[in-house]
């Protein structure tokens, strides 16, 4: 069971990261009325413009990095406490 709930936070954590990934472009876009620098080697996007894009996503990822892992303790934490219950 503790490998399922590894699994699933595992999961849920590149689910989040998609998502906040897809968020941040569209928050990107209708700040700068420009699309997302993706591409760091495109010399038309500014360098401060991806700097910022890169460092918003890192930001983005280590948060959502801390949460599932938190979540994925506190559930295996829970189960081995109502594993002790029975």
């Keep these: 069971m503790n490998v399922l709930i590894k699994l699933l936070g595992l999961v849920v954590g590149m689910v989040a ?4 990934n897809k968020a ?5 876009g209708k700040s700068t ?3 997302a620098p993706k591409d760091a080697t ?3 996007d500014s360098l401060p413009g ?3 894009f890169a460092f918003a996503g890192g930001a983005a ?3 959502i990095h801390v949460l ?5 303790k506190k559930a295996l934490t829970k189960l081995q406490e109502t594993a002790d219950e029975v």
Excluded: D
């Design 33 to 35: 009325g420009k699309p």
């Design 42 to 44: 495109n010399l038309e």
């Design 17 to 20: 990261g998609v998502a906040a």
């Design 61 to 63: 990822g280590a948060i």
């Design 24 to 28: 941040l472009e569209v928050i990107w």
């Design 50 to 52: 991806v700097v910022l």
């Design 68 to 72: 599932t892992q938190r979540a994925t």
